[in-house]
């Protein structure tokens, strides 16, 4: 069982702009002790996209034209965890590991897909139904 927290940082321009925008999933082993902290780390770059403000929701990351997901969704942060496991991240390790999002964003947006959850756009996969998770 995991808890997991988003954060974001950036960096503060002379002018008042952000730059460097980085949104952090962390998923924390529970009960703790049990291993170490995973983040899955999105930052922000040319076709991507990370909360930095209206229109975007606090918790949406994605590719312009591909992939996207609401890192407050607990189905995303699953299809992230089975996708960082896909990859060979084990549960378990004593220190806490950091991974670039963006290589298991396709494989966590397609396993969501699969399931007919709901994109953070609001669309869903043509036939697909909406997935409730247990105790919502």
Not at 12 to 40: E, F, I, K, N, Y
Not at 60 to 73: E, M, T
């Given at each position: 069982?995991?808890?997991?927290?988003?954060?974001?940082?950036?960096?503060?321009?002379?002018?008042?702009?952000?730059?460097?925008?980085?949104?952090?999933?962390?998923?924390?082993?529970?009960?703790?002790?049990?291993?170490?902290?995973?983040?899955?780390?999105?930052?922000?770059?040319?076709?991507?996209?990370?909360?930095?403000?209206?229109?975007?929701?606090?918790?949406?990351?994605?590719?312009?034209?591909?992939?996207?997901?609401?890192?407050?969704?607990?189905?995303?942060?699953?299809?992230?965890?089975?996708?960082?496991?896909?990859?060979?991240?084990?549960?378990?390790?004593?220190?806490?590991?950091?991974?670039?999002?963006?290589?298991?964003l396709d494989a966590a947006d397609a396993a969501r897909a699969g399931r007919g959850?709901?994109?953070?756009?609001?669309?869903?996969?043509?036939?697909g139904r909406r997935h409730v998770p247990d105790g919502a």
């Amino acid at each position: 069982m995991y808890l997991w927290s988003i954060r974001h940082s950036h960096r503060v321009l002379d002018d008042g702009r952000s730059a460097d925008c980085r949104q952090t999933l962390t998923l924390h082993p529970q009960p703790p002790g049990t291993g170490g902290s995973l983040r899955v780390v999105f930052a922000d770059g040319p076709g991507r996209y990370v909360p930095g403000g209206a229109p975007m929701g606090s918790g949406d990351v994605g590719q312009v034209r591909g992939a996207s997901l609401n890192l407050h969704r607990p189905g995303a942060v699953r299809a992230l965890l089975d996708a960082a496991l896909a990859i060979g991240w084990r549960p378990g390790e004593r220190r806490a590991v950091e991974l670039d999002g963006w290589p298991l964003l396709d494989a966590a947006d397609a396993a969501r897909a699969g399931r007919g959850e709901p994109r953070p756009d609001g669309g869903r996969p043509e036939g697909g139904r909406r997935h409730v998770p247990d105790g919502a």
